[in-house]
């Protein structure tokens, strides 16, 4: 009775009171069985962890065994890519779809290279897409779904890949500041995760699209630079895009540059919030003769403060011993926010300037 009453135990604790050669016996038969048991319980486990449906499971140890791989004993990533196999064949693509889908979607997996082959799937599913107006900007768009295995894989799981994947639709939506934020991210990380084993090969690719992401940033610049040019862009916008807009800065000198550009950028939000009219390029119609004197020295000394802190951003940039400290694209919107935000203004009113004493002058 005493061993029937364990029977539901762990076998650790079984405390049957046998002697001798019977037990020395049981002992052996009991170690022998833990062993298979645990030998069982690896292969059952895998499956169960990643709940992958048995239809599925045997459609990728048939590939595996025809492959001459040990899919029984494997890692998430070897059936990773035994799905990637699974997707090249059209009879077994909707298959490999749906591993893929349980390897990025589980909570507890998150598999990066799978959440890359999805967002990649999506992409290429986006040039086939006829947008409906009905259905709202991103709304049933492919790129929306790519976009968030792309960000998932570039967040939770390091894939260089997938930053520059992101920045790269982010693009294509319009959305600049993010776009350079995932490039800029790409360009810098210096190594990508991917699902390749050789060292060799992870190198070579990780140093190819690191040029890559070089260029694509580089292009990206010119764009932002136009958008600014023509008014395409707001104050909020290239305010953030400054802060990505450098590939080469010294960790010392990019403090003090984003230090005194935020400084600027808060004081220019603050004229904006109070009257966004007074400081638009190519709409200074609006006089300040409506502005009490106090709101004139207000607005006046914000502007003033601006200036000082972008001119001392600029003698960063001067300096012969860190020419790296802001790029070329980070000096012209500062260039080109104290023209058109800053002197335009000051020099557009009269009255601001007449509230002037002898130091602002």
């Not at 029984?72 to 909707?94: C, E, F, I, W």
Request: with cysteine; proline share 4%; glycine share 4%.
């Amino acid at each position: 009775k005493r061993c029937l009453a364990f029977t539901k135990m762990p076998i650790q604790i079984v405390v049957c009171p046998l002697r001798g050669a019977v037990r020395q016996l049981l002992l052996v038969a009991i170690a022998i069985m833990a062993l298979l048991t645990s030998h069982q319980a690896v292969g059952a486990e895998r499956v169960e962890d990643i709940n992958l449906p048995q239809e599925l499971w045997t459609v990728a140890y048939e590939y595996a065994k025809a492959k001459g791989m040990d899919l029984a004993k494997t890692s998430v990533d070897q059936l990773y890519r035994v799905a990637k196999g699974l997707s090249n064949h059209d009879g077994t693509r909707d298959k490999a779809l749906q591993i893929l889908h349980i390897l990025a979607d589980d909570g507890s997996l998150s598999h990066a290279p799978s959440q890359v082959a999805l967002g990649m799937f999506y992409y290429k599913q986006a040039r086939h897409h006829q947008p409906n107006s009905k259905d709202g900007e991103t709304n049933n768009d492919p790129r929306q779904r790519a976009l968030n295995y792309f960000l998932a894989a570039g967040e939770g799981g390091g894939s260089t890949a997938a930053m520059y994947n992101a920045g790269r639709i982010y693009a294509e939506l319009g959305q600049f500041v993010p776009a350079m934020a995932y490039v800029y991210a790409a360009a810098t990380a210096g190594h990508d995760d991917t699902d390749s084993s050789d060292e060799d090969h992870n190198q070579q690719h990780g140093h190819y699209l690191e040029e890559t992401a070089v260029e694509a940033f580089e292009i990206l610049s010119h764009k932002v630079a136009i958008l600014v040019q023509s008014e395409e862009i707001t104050l909020r916008e290239y305010a953030d895009v400054f802060f990505y807009a450098n590939l080469h800065n010294e960790e010392e000198s990019e403090e003090s540059v984003a230090s005194l550009w935020k400084e600027a950028m808060l004081l220019a939000d603050r004229i904006d919030k109070a009257n966004a009219t007074l400081v638009k390029p190519g709409n200074l119609k609006t006089s300040t003769t409506s502005l009490s004197p106090q709101q004139a020295a207000q607005f006046q000394a914000d502007l003033v403060q601006q200036l000082d802190s972008l001119v001392q951003l600029w003698a960063l940039a001067s300096n012969a011993e860190d020419p790296s400290s802001i790029s070329m694209l980070q000096g012209f919107l500062l260039l080109h926010h104290v023209l058109y935000r800053v002197l335009l203004p000051l020099v557009s009113w009269p009255p601001l300037l007449e509230n002037t004493d002898d130091k602002n002058e």
